[in-house]
Nanobody, 128 residues
Framework: QVQLVESGGGLVQAGGSLRLSCAASRRTFSSYTMGWFRQAPGKEREFVAGISWSGGRTYYADSVKGRFTISRDNAKNTVYLQMNSLKPEDTAVYYC?????????????????????WGQGTQVTVSS
C-alpha cells in the first residue's frame, strides 16, 4: 500500500503559476510510474501528465503540453507538477496517482484505471 498526499493547490490568476507536490509514504514509490490527473465539476477525470520511474519518459495531455512540467525526486519520494501560464479551464481538483504495474518499466499510460493508488486531491482554481 502506498499513501499519496498532494499539496500546493490554491487560487491563482490567469497567466500565473503553481507547483503541485505529491509525497509518497513508501520507498517503493521510486519504482512506479506516477501520474497527475484532474477532475473539474461535472466532468470525467482526465490524464494530465505522467512520468516513468526513472524520469526518463514523460507524457502530457495536449491541453497542457508546453505549459506544465512533471518531475520527480526519488530520494524525497516526491513527484511534482509545475504549472505555468494557467488558464481558467485548468480549474479542477488535481490528483496524483501511482501505477505499480509499471514497476521499473519505461512507460506511461493515460488511463485512470491503470493507476492503483491515489491521493486525496488538491484544488486548483484559476480566475480570469
Amino acid at each position: 500500500q502506498v499513501q499519496l498526499v498532494e499539496s500546493g493547490g490554491g487560487l491563482v490568476q490567469a497567466g500565473g503559476s503553481l507547483r503541485l507536490s505529491c509525497a509518497a509514504s513508501r520507498r517503493t514509490f521510486s519504482s512506479y510510474t506516477m501520474g497527475w490527473f484532474r477532475q473539474a465539476p461535472g466532468k470525467e477525470r482526465e490524464f494530465v501528465a505522467g512520468i516513468s520511474w526513472s524520469g526518463g519518459r514523460t507524457y502530457y495531455a495536449d491541453s497542457v503540453k508546453g505549459r506544465f512540467t512533471i518531475s520527480r525526486d526519488n530520494a524525497k519520494n516526491t513527484v511534482y507538477l509545475q504549472m505555468n501560464s494557467l488558464k481558467p479551464e485548468d480549474t479542477a481538483v488535481y490528483y496524483c496517482a501511482a501505477d505499480p504495474s509499471a514497476t521499473y518499466a519505461n512507460r506511461v499510460l493515460t488511463r485512470a484505471g491503470t493507476y492503483d493508488y491515489w491521493g486525496q486531491g488538491t484544488q486548483v482554481t484559476v480566475s480570469s
